[in-house]
């Protein structure tokens, strides 16, 4: 930190800071949904074991999901959190997956909108939380577990 | 010919085929998604007694197109309601089943592949180019 940081005047402290959370959701959105048209262009058979291809509306809500839990986090605690893998699921649900050297977090968003969502994350020690939520609601365990690791 | 069906030891190993385009999908190719247990009326797998991973990338339908994971029995055994069976096949002797995955509850499935991908690794990665 320079003497000079001090000097800025709010105006440019509010645009550098506003221009830095933007580039930081402009290439978190655009990681989601790059990853959302891989997993659209699979067809039948994909992994050469009867894959199935995945629906549309299956990936909006995961990327959906991904969105909101990244932008509530960032309003709760002015912090960001990197983008996750996203991955094709079993029987057509998607998996989502942060994964780094504090914590692995998988959570999974089924097929079927009335199915609950489930999400199991642990800290490679003794701390684990798994549960499941409705897909329409973040589920508070998990968002004050990602709070612990921000 | 049938082959007899035997008793898998915990210290051995399970080879697993991962398809590339699982891995395209990753912005990490040293990750192992979680999809790589996918229960499909049982995980199907193949023993290290019968089979080297080279072999089971080649008894795929593309063996170009495919990478081979490994995991340690014992791993699999650490949960109650997995078992690992010999199920040989005509021209796969190795050929071996992960059964249980279904029987737990939804987010306790999540938990298990979460942890099983965690704990195999990878022996053969593909060439993401060809």
């Given at each position: 930190m320079h003497t000079e940081d001090f000097k800025l005047n709010d105006s440019i402290l509010e645009s550098t800071w506003i221009d830095e959370l933007h580039k930081h959701f402009t290439s978190f959105y655009k990681e989601i949904e790059g990853a959302k048209a891989k997993i659209l262009n699979l067809q039948e058979n994909w992994d050469g074991e009867g894959g199935k291809s995945y629906n549309k509306e299956t990936l909006d809500r995961a990327a959906e999901f991904v969105k909101k839990l990244s932008f509530y986090l960032w309003r709760q605690t002015q912090k960001l959190i990197s983008s996750p893998n996203i991955f094709p699921g079993p029987d057509g649900s998607i998996d989502i997956r942060w994964k780094n050297n504090k914590f692995d977090l998988l959570v999974n968003i089924p097929e079927n909108l009335n199915e609950t969502a489930t999400f199991s994350s642990d800290d490679y020690e003794k701390n684990t939380v798994k549960g499941t939520f409705d897909q329409n609601k973040i589920n508070p365990v998990l968002f004050y577990w990602l709070i612990e690791f921000l | 010919m049938n082959c007899p069906i035997e008793i898998i030891l915990d210290k051995d190993f399970l080879y697993r085929r991962v398809h590339n385009n699982l891995l395209l999908i990753?912005?990490?190719?040293d990750e192992i998604p979680p999809?790589?247990?996918?229960?499909?009326n049982g995980i199907s797998t193949e023993w290290n007694k019968y089979s080297t991973p080279e072999e089971t990338r080649q008894?795929?339908?593309?063996?170009?197109k495919n990478s081979v994971i490994n995991i340690k029995v014992e791993i699999v055994r650490q949960f109650q309601n997995l078992s690992v069976n010999h199920a040989p096949i005509p021209l796969n002797r190795a050929h071996s089943n992960i059964n249980g995955?279904?029987?737990?509850?939804n987010e306790d499935q999540t938990d298990i592949r979460k942890r099983l991908s965690r704990a195999a690794e990878w022996i053969i990665k593909a060439s993401l180019t060809t």
């Open positions: - | 990753s912005r990490n190719f999809y790589a247990f996918k229960d499909n008894r795929a339908l593309d063996p170009k995955l279904k029987t737990y509850k």
